[in-house]
Nanobody, 127 residues
Framework: QLKLVESGGGLVQPGGSLRLSCAAS????????IGWFRQAPGKEREGVSC????????RYADSVKGRFTISRDNANNTVYLQMNNLKPEDTGLYYC????????????????????WGKGTLVTVSS
């Protein structure tokens, strides 16, 4: 079965950290540009960060620059999102997507159809 599965979400206090994982099964993640997206209740989907197939090119939303870091381990078919200094406005459902396009075409919003989407992991930042 071809799918993406996110994990690592949870409840964290402001200023805290979380590391999200996006694991692929049934297909080689290395072929795809991967993006992390989030959606808060009542808001539109927002592109958080994207990473190229080799990991050499990345892109971040202005709201997370300097706090979030995207990385990938193609040998383990997994992409990570390290989130530091979390703020209440980072709260939302975080999910990853895979597509055949450039990082610039995927973030902040995919210009072309994505090949795979995960179902998401919930991040809540609250005291």
């Amino acid at each position: 079965q071809l799918k993406l599965v996110e994990s690592g979400g949870g409840l964290v206090q402001p200023g805290g950290s979380l590391r999200l994982s996006c694991a692929a099964s049934g297909f080689p993640l290395s072929y795809y540009v991967i993006g992390w997206f989030r959606q808060a209740p009542g808001k539109e989907r927002e592109g958080v960060s994207c990473i190229s197939t080799s990991g050499g090119s990345t892109r971040y939303a202005d709201s997370v620059k300097g706090r979030f870091t995207i990385s990938r381990d193609n040998a383990n078919n997994t992409v990570y999102l390290q989130m530091n200094n979390l703020k209440p406005e980072d709260t939302g459902l975080y999910y990853c997507g895979a597509g055949i396009m450039t990082v610039q075409a995927m973030c902040p919003a995919p210009l072309y159809g994505m090949d795979y989407w995960g179902k998401g992991t919930l991040v809540t930042v609250s005291s």
